[in-house]
């Protein structure tokens, strides 16, 4: 059984529920986006305290020692400010994913050396989005809803896996894809 794909834009805001963080948007890349200014002025603030330390704390009366600690504060300054970057990307990555951010935040800062947010990392949850016809919240690697059978991303006609919107064959099958009734917003960008 073939579905027709609907026309609506996935991109657009869910009128019923008014949720947009759970819609994706084709071809954005939010990852740096997802850093807030609160953290990036932290960091720049443990940057500048782990130069003064290596550079006006510290003994260093021996002008030799000078290239040592050059390197020493920039590559610790480095790490710090990485690690505060990663704990507020953390902060606001776990609200879209709906996890409960209080725990992965106190996982994340308390596990010594960064192993929070390898754990992090490899437990998050998948994204989720919404159905623009039923608003049942799915993956995003979802090619149809569970709930309704909408098509919420193009497919092969024949094998019915996903493809990209500019293939002309199918990847798995060969299966020539102008031949399918594809929506008008893909085939004005075929154009």
């Not at 504060?73 to 879209?96: C, E, H, N, P, Q």
């Not at 800062?109 to 490899?122: D, N, S, T």
Request: glycine residues 6%; contains cysteine.
């Amino acid at each position: 059984m073939r579905l027709p794909w609907h026309s609506e834009n996935l991109a657009a805001n869910d009128s019923r529920t008014g949720d947009a963080r759970l819609t994706p948007q084709p071809g954005r890349s939010d990852d740096l986006g997802m850093i807030p200014v609160w953290s990036i002025l932290l960091a720049v603030a443990a940057f500048a305290a782990m130069q003064y330390l290596f550079h006006g704390v510290l003994p260093h009366h021996k002008h030799e020692m000078l290239p040592m600690r050059l390197l020493m504060g920039y590559s610790w300054g480095t790490l710090v400010a990485s690690y505060i970057l990663l704990v507020g990307y953390v902060s606001r990555d776990v609200k879209r994913r709906n996890m409960p951010a209080a725990l992965w935040m106190l996982i994340v800062i308390m596990m010594p050396g960064g192993i929070g947010a390898v754990v992090y990392f490899l437990l998050r949850q998948p994204m989720l989005s919404r159905c623009p016809h039923c608003s049942t919240e799915i993956a995003s690697s979802y090619h149809f809803c569970p709930q309704c059978q909408f098509q919420m991303a193009p497919v092969c006609g024949q094998c019915f896996r996903g493809v990209e919107i500019t293939d002309v064959f199918c990847k798995r099958c060969g299966h020539d894809l102008q031949q399918d009734e594809s929506p008008a917003r893909l085939r004005a960008y075929r154009d």
